[in-house]
T-cell receptor, first 114, second 111 residues
C-alpha cells in the first residue's frame, strides 16, 4: 500500500540513549514533516524538509536532528534522550506541484524515555 | 503567521445528534483549509478540505464551508455515530507550505 511508513512503532529508551526514527514514503513527495503529539498540545512541528538534501527547523527543534539524504526517507534523531521527549511522533508528507491534496501521515512512533 | 483556533473538547453527544466543531483562522493571503480525524491509536487521516472561499468540503457525512467573511471553517455532521468518536483537527496549509494545525477536539459519541 502506498503511503508513509514509520519505524519503529514503539520504543523505550533510557535517559541519555540515542535513537533514530525512520520515515519512508513511496509517493514521490517533495515535502516531509516531523511532528510530536502530546496531550493537550496538539501537533507541534519539530523539523521539516522541502526536498532531498534540505532540512529546516520547526516550532520545537531542540534536542532533535534530521536528515533527508534520499527523497523518500526523512530521519529524526535523538542524540541524548530526555524524559521530556516522551511523546508520540508522527511523520507526514505532501506535494504541491499538482495542487494541494492534503498531507499523508504515518501511524506514529510511541516513544517513552525513562 | 497563520493560525487556527478550534473549540476545546471534549464534545460529548448521543448517537444521531447534530455535531458542530468550530474552527476559525487568521491568515494572510488565501489559505487552504482542512479537517483531519484521528481515531484512537492511529495516525491522522484527511477528512475533507477546501482550497478557496465558499468551497464546501464533504466526506463521510461531514461537511465544512470555507467562509471568508467570518474566517471560519466549522465542521458539521447531521447525525453522528459511535464510530465517529475520535479527535478532529482543523488546519491551514500555510503560506510557505508549513501547515498549521489546531489543538484538536475530542468527540465522544454515546449509544
Amino acid at each position: 500500500n502506498a503511503g508513509v511508513t514509520q519505524t519503529p512503532k514503539f520504543r523505550v529508551l533510557k535517559t541519555g540513549q540515542s535513537m533514530t526514527l525512520l520515515c519512508a514514503q513511496d509517493m514521490n513527495h517533495e515535502y516531509m514533516y516531523w511532528y510530536r503529539q502530546d496531550p493537550g498540545m496538539g501537533l507541534r512541528l519539530i523539523h521539516y524538509s522541502v526536498g532531498e538534501g534540505t532540512t529546516a527547523k520547526g516550532e520545537v527543534p531542540d534536542g532533535y536532528n534530521v536528515s533527508r539524504l534520499k527523497k523518500q526517507n526523512f530521519l529524526l534523531g535523538l542524540e541524548s534522550a530526555a524524559p521530556s521527549q516522551t511523546s508520540v511522533y508522527f511523520c507526514a508528507s505532501t506535494d504541491y506541484r499538482q495542487g494541494f491534496y492534503g498531507y499523508t501521515f504515518g501511524s506514529g512512533t510511541r516513544l517513552t524515555v525513562v | 503567521g497563520n493560525s487556527v483556533t478550534q473549540m476545546e473538547g471534549p464534545v460529548t453527544l448521543s448517537e444521531e445528534a447534530f455535531l458542530t466543531i468550530n474552527c476559525t483562522y487568521t491568515a494572510t493571503g488565501y489559505p487552504s483549509l482542512f479537517w483531519y480525524v484521528q481515531y484512537p491509536g492511529e495516525g491522522l487521516q484527511l477528512l475533507l478540505k477546501a482550497t478557496k472561499a465558499d468551497d464546501k468540503g464533504s466526506n463521510k457525512g461531514f461537511e465544512a464551508t470555507y467562509r471568508k467573511e467570518t474566517t471560519s471553517f466549522h465542521l458539521e455532521k447531521g447525525s453522528v455515530q459511535v464510530s465517529d468518536s475520535a479527535v478532529y483537527f482543523c488546519g491551514d496549509m500555510g503560506g510557505s507550505y508549513i501547515p498549521t494545525f489546531g489543538r484538536g477536539t475530542s468527540l465522544i459519541v454515546h449509544p
